[in-house]
C-alpha cells in the first residue's frame, strides 16, 4: 500500500447509527487532517492533527469525532448524524503541520450518506 | 476575512482549445498559493506551489503565474484527460499552516 487509504469508500447510514472512517497513510508524515467536501462548497478542513496531538478543531459539530491513536492512523467517529452531513470525506497527510510547499496528499475519500 | 475565489465555475474547451483559469485571493501576508487537481471521485493531487509575484510554474500543458491579487492556470492545447476540477488554495495565518481552499473549476475538454 502506498499513499494515503481510507476506508471504506463508500458508507450509508441511518440518522440513529454509528459509525467510524479509517484513514492510513504509509508516507512517514507527522501531520494528518480531515476535510469534508459538499458539492458547490470549497473543502472544509475539519480536524488537524500533529504527531497525534489534535492541533485544530474547527467548530465541528460534537456528532464528529476524531482519534489518532499513532501517526499513521487516523478515525472519524460519526453518530447520530443529519442529513446535511452527507458529503466526501477526506483524509490528508503532510511531512509537517507547517509545511510550506503546501503539498498535503489526500486519500480518494469516503463518500458518506446519511438518510 | 482570507478569501479565495475560483472562475469560471465551469469551463467547456473542445481539445486543442487553450484557456485559462482565475484564482482570485485576499489574504494578508500571502506564504505561497497552490494548484490542485481533483478527478471525479478522488482526492485532490497537488500540482503546483508558487511563492512570489512573476512566479510561473509548468507541467505538461499547464502553466502557473502569479500576481500580487491572483493566480492563473493556463492551459495549452488540452487534452480529454486534462478534464478535472482544479483547485487553488493559500495557506491561513492560523498558527498552523492549514490551507483554505478556492470551490474549484470544473474543465471538460471534449475530444
Known amino acids: 500500500e502506498t499513499g494515503v487509504t481510507q476506508t471504506p469508500r463508500h458508507l450509508v447510514m441511518g440518522m440513529t447509527n454509528k459509525k467510524s472512517l479509517k484513514c492510513e497513510q504509509h508516507?512517514?508524515?507527522?501531520?494528518m487532517y480531515w476535510y469534508k467536501q459538499s458539492a458547490k462548497k470549497p473543502l472544509e478542513l475539519m480536524f488537524v492533527y500533529s504527531l497525534e496531538e489534535r492541533v485544530e478543531n474547527n467548530s465541528v459539530p460534537s456528532r464528529f469525532s476524531p482519534e489518532c491513536p499513532n501517526s499513521s492512523h487516523l478515525f472519524l467517529h460519526l453518530h447520530t448524524l443529519q442529513p446535511e452531513d452527507s458529503a466526501l470525506y477526506l483524509c490528508a497527510s503532510s511531512q509537517e503541520i507547517a509545511s510550506g510547499t503546501g503539498e498535503l496528499f489526500f486519500g480518494e475519500g469516503s463518500r458518506l450518506t446519511v438518510l | 476575512e482570507d478569501q479565495v475565489t475560483q472562475s469560471p465555475e465551469a469551463l467547456r474547451l473542445q481539445e486543442g482549445e487553450s484557456s485559462s483559469l482565475n484564482c482570485s485571493y485576499t489574504?494578508?501576508?500571502?506564504?505561497?498559493l497552490f494548484w490542485y487537481r481533483q478527478d471525479p471521485g478522488k482526492g485532490p493531487e497537488f500540482l503546483f506551489t508558487l511563492y512570489s509575484a512573476g512566479e510561473e510554474k509548468e507541467k505538461e500543458r499547464l502553466k502557473a503565474t502569479l500576481t500580487k491579487k491572483e493566480s492563473f492556470l493556463h492551459i495549452t492545447a488540452p487534452k480529454p484527460e486534462d478534464s478535472a476540477t482544479y483547485l487553488c488554495?493559500?495557506?491561513?495565518?492560523?498558527?498552523?499552516?492549514?490551507?483554505?481552499f478556492g470551490k474549484g473549476t470544473m474543465l471538460l475538454v471534449s475530444p
Open positions: 489574504v494578508s501576508g500571502l506564504r505561497g
Open positions: 508516507l512517514g508524515h507527522n501531520a
Open positions: 488554495a493559500v495557506p491561513i495565518l492560523s498558527g498552523y499552516s492549514t490551507l483554505t
